[in-house]
């Protein structure tokens, strides 16, 4: 059997987008006391027992010393009304938290008000793989908001119920 011929970055893109997600938001405090926060929908379960969740970031991304040095992240699973947060935490060069209402979660990281679940985890583990870095994270705390439904994303675009 021959291997297959490897992608184009814009098509394996495309066909990922395909895989309709959820919506999240993670967030840490530096060691400085900082802030920093970034969308995400690179989120999955890992296990049950311990309970362990995963998500990746770019290498390159500019807040990596703060998750790859960091004990703790809150992961905020978005809900559908909260499209504006998701697009205000992928824009770069603002106060991502300026105005914005949460507390304080498990080492600090900020859990934001209004999300559908949220996940407080210890930094576990972390695997370099390709141009990204896996993060492992135990989970100490969660929750859920009763009757919320999700952000979702599919194709590039936000959706607050799956396209037909």
Not at 2 to 20: E, N, T
Not at 37 to 51: D, K, Q, R, W, Y
Not at 82 to 95: N, P, S
């Amino acid at each position: 059997m021959q291997p297959s011929p490897v992608p184009d970055a814009v098509k394996f893109r495309a066909a990922l987008g395909m895989f309709a997600t959820g919506v999240t938001i993670i967030t840490a405090r530096a060691a400085d006391g900082s802030l920093v926060g970034l969308t995400a929908n690179s989120f999955n379960s890992v296990s049950l027992s311990p309970p362990l969740v995963l998500w990746s970031l770019a290498k390159q991304a500019g807040s990596m010393p703060v998750f790859s040095r960091g004990s703790h992240y809150a992961i905020n699973i978005l809900a559908a009304d909260q499209k504006d947060l998701a697009q205000r935490f992928a824009t770069r060069d603002i106060d991502r938290f300026a105005g914005l209402k949460f507390r304080d979660g498990a080492g600090g990281a900020p859990v934001l008000d209004g999300v559908a679940a949220w996940f407080e985890c210890a930094n576990r583990s972390q695997y370099e793989e390709g141009d990204h870095v896996i993060f492992v994270g135990e989970v100490e705390h969660c929750g859920r908001r009763e009757g919320t439904q999700p952000l979702i994303f599919h194709g590039g675009r936000y959706y607050t119920e799956l396209p037909i």
